[in-house]
T-cell receptor, first 108, second 114 residues
Framework: GQQVMQIPQYQHVQEGEDFTTYCNSS?????IQWYKQRPGGHPVFLIQ?????EVKKQKRLTFQFGEAKKNSSLHITATQTTDVGTYFC????????FGAGTTVTVRA | KAGVTQTPRYLIKTRGQQVTLSCSPI?????VSWYQQTPGQGLQFLFE???????NKGNFPGRFSGRQFSNSRSEMNVSTLELGDSALYLC?????????????FGQGTRLTVV
């Protein structure tokens, strides 16, 4: 069955630095979604990517969908304390399968 | 409009008991999915219901079951509880029609099995 893997599992970032989290699927995806879960909260939708090679930006967040539609990345520039949380990618292949997430902590 | 509502928020059960969790989706949404979240494991897909029918199922034992009512509300049942069933159970609602769109999650039910 479909497996979605995310790396790294943990990301410790100095405030102001950039980082990237990666998502890889064992199968081709029709689309991919990204969610953010704050500590103690529930996942909240960030974005959906549908087209091969698609790139979307939300302020300091840049999302990319691979050409083969099997991988995706989330790049955050100038990290802020408000970026703390766990970022999940979710691949859509008949069902929404979530990766294990990248948990981000920020050093002020 | 109101968000996804899950009840109860917290639950403590004894090993061997059974439990029923409830999820009321956003008005107009016909798809409800259930996930189990444990530390370091991400969200494990349990099942998805659409218009009262189970549309997809994850790799969980038969002790985990669910159903959806005509008003799209969904329940999840776990029988013969095991210690390893302790987790946050999340439900997510979406329109469920055409290409999948964003899922709206409830606050979750924190189940502790002792």
């Amino acid at each position: 069955g479909q497996q979605v893997m995310q790396i790294p599992q943990y990301q410790h970032v100095q405030e102001g630095e950039d980082f990237t989290t990666y998502c890889n699927s064992s199968t081709t995806l029709s689309n991919i979604q990204w969610y953010k879960q704050r500590p103690g909260g529930h996942p909240v939708f960030l974005i959906q990517l549908v087209k091969s090679g698609e790139v979307k930006k939300q302020k300091r967040l840049t999302f990319q969908f691979g050409e083969a539609k099997k991988n995706s990345s989330l790049h955050i520039t100038a990290t802020q304390t408000t970026d703390v949380g766990t970022y999940f990618c979710a691949g859509d292949d008949y069902k929404l399968s979530f990766g294990a997430g990248t948990t981000v902590t920020v050093r002020a | 409009k109101a968000g996804v509502t899950q009840t109860p928020r917290y639950l403590i059960k004894t090993r061997g008991q059974q439990v029923t969790l409830s999820c009321s989706p956003i008005s107009g949404h016909r798809s409800v999915s259930w996930y189990q979240q444990t530390p370091g494991q991400g969200l494990q897909f349990l099942f998805e219901y659409f218009s009262e029918t189970q549309r997809n199922k994850g790799n969980f034992p038969g002790r985990f079951s669910g159903r959806q009512f005509s008003n799209s509300r969904s329940e999840m049942n776990v029988s013969t509880l095991e210690l390893g069933d302790s987790a946050l159970y999340l439900c997510a609602s979406s329109s469920g029609e055409g290409m999948r769109t964003e899922a709206f999650f409830g606050q979750g039910t924190r189940l502790t099995v002792v």
